[in-house]
């Protein structure tokens, strides 16, 4: 149980275009979704939190209209990267809690995005 | 501002020997604590969770403490396998669910 996928687990893309991540909860409705993301030999920073149904909360210093943010049900979240930069290059990340008493965030495998 | 604290130099081990993997935390009141283990490109697999209230937890051959008084947990890995080695991270949580992680120990464990 609770298991999280990412599509797609990679993706290179050139600079200019724009990039959509999906999230879902396989076996859990996730009221709940973060995205996080992580540089080579560095931990998991925050970047938002989604709610499904309603605005996600950004992480100070992120840019919500360069990383949109969409939680439309409670087993998919999407993370676009607009007008993605070679500094956008990253390892993204999310996590679903299916809320209640439950605290446990499970995570995605991950997203490896290039940009060239 | 808040910081999370981990061991940052690899901590090498023999095979059946007890790992202890150490998380401080300053300027931080978490309601729980949660462990993970992150293997490269992978995201972190959920391990255990502990709250403020809980002392210790079990887990097969895992065991978390938590002392809220010294703002450290520790994490210890017993009858260590090769198959362990990887990076365990600490994240503690607020009461909204949110965690910060701290950067991870990497642990390495030889036949």
Redesign the interface.
Known sequence: G?V?S?HPSWVICKSGTSVKIECRSLDFQAT?M?WYRQFPK?????MA?SNEGSKATYEQGVEKDKFLINHASLTLSTLTVTSAHPEDSS?Y?C?A?EGGTT????????T?LTVL | SQKIEQNSEALNIQEGKTATLTCNYTNYSPA?L?W?RQDP??????LL?IRENEKEKRKERLKVTFDTTLKQSLFHITASQPADSATY?CAP?DSW????????TQVVVTP
Do not use: E, H
Not at chain 1, 42 to 46: F, I, V
Not at chain 2, 97 to 104: E, H, N, S, T, V
């Open positions: 609770a999280v990412q709940t973060f560095q931990s998991l920073m925050l939190t390892f990340i996590s809690r605290d446990t965030q499970y995570f995605g495998p991950g490896r | 729980y949660q993970y490109g992978r995201g972190p697999v959920f969770l991270l949580s669910g949110k965690l910060q992680f701290g950067a991870g």
